[in-house]
């Protein structure tokens, strides 16, 4: 490090004087010196973890020691923004180059990048790779002014990853180009796989690999099976979350914007996002929700990546995500302040049969359809336990740990049931369709003849004489229908065309026979049905994320509304001037001097000096 800077702890010291922090979180501090002193790296972070101090802070030291400017790759035009905002209210100049900018503010920043006046320049990948900008960094190279690459969300390099994106694939040109540049890759999620296929691609063999925990212990995950799952979801966002900024992700384009209507008729103030939207309307519903409180955001995967909204409360899933990866980087986006927030997700049978279609009807090469096929198995594993939730999570990531206490399953035990022998009768059910007429029913059909239930559809076919029928009218619905869906998870059934008619596969006859057993949750019973008349409060101040007593808490208040003011006037979120945390902990320690004002966790110097004597003011006013 002394090659970087002279002080005694170069990192430290701008951890402090720009951002504001004492010190370095996990492995945040070892990743800081390395990369600074021009290693390679590939860092797996959890979302909230602090991936960007780790590319900031060498950026800053390399540019001081006339390094010249460091180069971030990143996927999505918001997080660029958010991004350079944050670094320009901490004095830091950034910018970026993306197709926002018109063309004398672009050639603005090209001047200022070429002057050597950048510490960090964000721009998408197809943006870097364009001839012009390729000149651009040889120019720097060549003045010895081009200080690091940072690839940002480095899984989207992977086909194997549950985020691919085509344009990545071509940065393995800046290794070729420029060698001597190091290279800093980061991602939050990335399985063997993954993980191998961003080394191969990025060319990172020699680089140095940083595994951070991937606990994130303040969120409460929480599984149910479908029953009504709007009112679910109702119950959920009225019992725990009123008033609170969360996202609630569902499959379809029309399911969002279905989803987002009917929030709204319910008096949930929520906004749909989703690719096929207008691109001003998306970007105006995103600065709505970084920019307001209390927003519900119900979107399809096309949300999210790179939103540093540090307090959103919630993540609700109404539709099943495609592999653990993706549960995991997009249940990330809630309480990336340390908060407690929610990983809330509803999911039934019909979505096993969807992804499970998605999967065997798509154009992929069999090897990537079997690793796909593996990667929801250890889905729906996860959400089928009956043991700890955070435990599975992190052993698919290769993290041991202990049962966490916070997730649905620790918190109430759910009880279970040997759903072999029910196994056994749905097989044999489904093998006497095939008997009678070669004709196959779907689940909804099955399971009207193994309850007994005397339906038309019934008549129709005879399917009252059967052996089989009535032979499961001990067994609810919601438990034959766990039962199927890991019938079809263990890949014991399948799921036929447009109408998911299930039909047996060759392993089938290893349950026939007993030889598999299946040890299953029993469904835990829905809350009284009806409408869920209880009011949502308007304009309900949330609480402050620090228990403080009654005046600490007016001056909170009184806090959160200058914060609001110098927000409209810099056209910033409100968290990129300060964060809760920080607003709450100048509430409780009522400092009264700017000295006093520097030790609270995210003040910087350029913040002390920007809005110090104002904060010092309001605390004085007492709210």
């Not at 399809?300 to 899933?317: E, L, N, Q, S, Y």
């Not at 796909?372 to 996860?382: E, G, I, M, P, V």
């Amino acid at each position: 490090m002394a090659a970087v800077l002279n002080s005694p702890d170069p990192p430290l010291q701008v951890l402090h004087e720009v951002f504001g922090y004492g010190s370095f979180r996990g492995a945040q501090g070892e990743i800081v010196d390395h990369v600074a002193a021009g290693g390679d790296a590939l860092v797996l972070m959890p979302t909230g973890g602090g991936k960007s101090l780790c590319y900031q802070v060498p950026a800053i030291l390399r540019h001081r020691a006339g390094r010249g400017v460091t180069v971030v790759v990143s996927p999505l035009i918001a997080l660029m923004q958010d991004q350079v905002g944050a670094l320009d209210e901490l004095g830091v100049p950034a910018a970026f180059l993306n197709s926002t900018l018109e063309g004398d503010e672009a050639r603005r920043v090209e001047r200022d990048l070429m002057s050597g006046k950048l510490v960090l320049l964000y721009a998408a990948p197809e943006r870097i790779l364009t001839p012009r900008f390729l000149a651009m960094m040889e120019s720097l190279s060549e003045r010895g002014l081009l200080s690091l690459f940072a690839i940002d969300e480095a899984h989207c390099v992977s086909q194997w990853g549950h985020d691919f994106r085509e344009e990545y694939l071509g940065l393995s040109a800046l290794h070729e180009r420029f060698p001597q540049v190091p290279r800093l890759a980061l991602t939050a999620t990335a399985d063997d796989h993954t993980r191998a296929d961003i080394v191969e691609r990025l060319q990172l063999g020699e680089a140095r690999l940083f595994v951070a925990s991937f606990d994130r212990p303040n969120i409460r995950y929480a599984i149910v099976e479908k029953d009504e799952p709007r009112k679910q979801l109702l119950r959920f966002l009225r019992d725990e979350h009123e008033g609170d900024a969360g996202i609630v992700y569902c499959q379809s384009r029309k399911k969002v914007e279905e989803t987002a209507t009917w929030l709204s008729a319910e008096g949930i103030p929520a906004l749909p996002y989703h690719a096929g939207l207008d691109a001003d309307v998306r970007r105006r519903h995103q600065d709505r929700f970084l920019r307001e409180e209390g927003l519900v955001m119900v979107a399809t995967i096309a949300f999210g990546m790179g939103i540093d909204k540090p307090d959103v409360r919630f993540v609700a899933h109404l539709d099943l995500p495609k592999n653990i990866e993706a549960y995991y980087q997009e249940t990330g986006r809630a309480g990336r302040d340390g908060l407690p927030a929610d990983a809330w997700m509803a999911y039934g049978l019909a979505d096993v049969v969807n992804q499970r279609r998605m999967i065997d009807e798509g154009e992929a090469g069999e090897d990537f359809k079997r690793l796909q096929r593996s990667k929801l198995d250890a889905l729906l594993a996860l959400a089928e336990a009956h043991d700890c939730r955070r435990v599975r999570l992190l052993a698919y990531f290769g993290e041991a740990s202990e049962p966490c206490g916070n997730c649905d399953n620790c918190l109430v035990p759910p009880a279970t049931w040997d759903a072999t022998e029910a196994a056994r009768k749905a097989l044999s059910c489904i093998y006497r369709f095939h008997q009678q007429g070669g004709l196959r029913f779907g689940a909804g059909h099955l399971l009207d003849v193994l309850r007994g239930k005397a339906t038309d559809k019934v008549a129709q076919y005879g399917h009252a004489k059967l052996s089989t029928f009535g032979i499961g009218a001990d067994i609810s619905e919601a438990q034959w229908r766990g039962v199927l869906r890991q019938l079809i998870a263990l890949g014991h059934l399948r799921a036929e065309g447009e109408y998911g008619t299930l039909e047996l596969t060759p392993t089938a006859r290893e349950v026939l026979r007993g030889e598999v057993q299946l040890l299953l949750r029993v469904p835990a019973e829905a809350p009284r049905r009806g409408r869920i008349a209880r009011a949502a409060k308007p304009g309900r101040e949330k609480a402050p994320p620090l228990p403080l007593d009654d005046e600490a808490t007016a001056r909170f208040a009184a806090l959160k509304a200058w914060r609001a003011e110098v927000a409209r006037e810099h056209n910033l979120p409100a968290y990129v001037v300060f964060h809760d945390a920080t607003l709450a902990e100048m509430a409780r320690a009522l400092p009264a001097t700017l000295d006093d004002l520097a030790g609270i966790s995210g003040v910087g110097a350029k913040k002390l000096e920007a809005y110090g004597r104002e904060i010092l003011r309001v605390l004085e006013s007492g709210g």
